[in-house]
């Protein structure tokens, strides 16, 4: 019998890296899955621009973002903020303002959590 993972599974894993502080690992991991033929979707990579910006790994995770923008799956609100407070966190606040006019240009209306990091 040979079962195949789908979505879940391989978000379960990234998470997992991600939570034992392992986002490079998480990374390769995405970066293999994708070359085998696989989707994810918005939480995987909600999970994974958490998970860097988590360890510090700001820019990695603006990457990812930039990556994916209308080509892998609909960038959202959550992942921008998220980014949003990593930038702020980085003393990047120039950059995560641009970010958040990204945000209204692609109206993508923000939260009281994007406000609340560019306050910060």
Known sequence: MGYEPNTITLTTLIKGL?????????LLF?????????????VTYG???NGLCKMGQTRAALQVLR???GKLVNTNVVMY?????GL???KLVIDAYGLYS???????PP???TFSSLIY
């Open 18 to 26: 991600c939570l034992n502080g392992k986002v490079n690992e998480a």
């Open 30 to 42: 995405h970066d293999h899955v994708l070359a085998l033929g696989f989707h994810l979707n918005h």
């Open 47 to 49: 999970i994974l621009i």
């Open 67 to 69: 990556q994916i923008e």
């Open 81 to 85: 903020s998220t980014v949003i407070d």
């Open 88 to 90: 702020c966190k980085d």
């Open 102 to 108: 990204e945000m209204i240009v692609k109206r993508i």
């Open 111 to 113: 939260t009281v959590v």
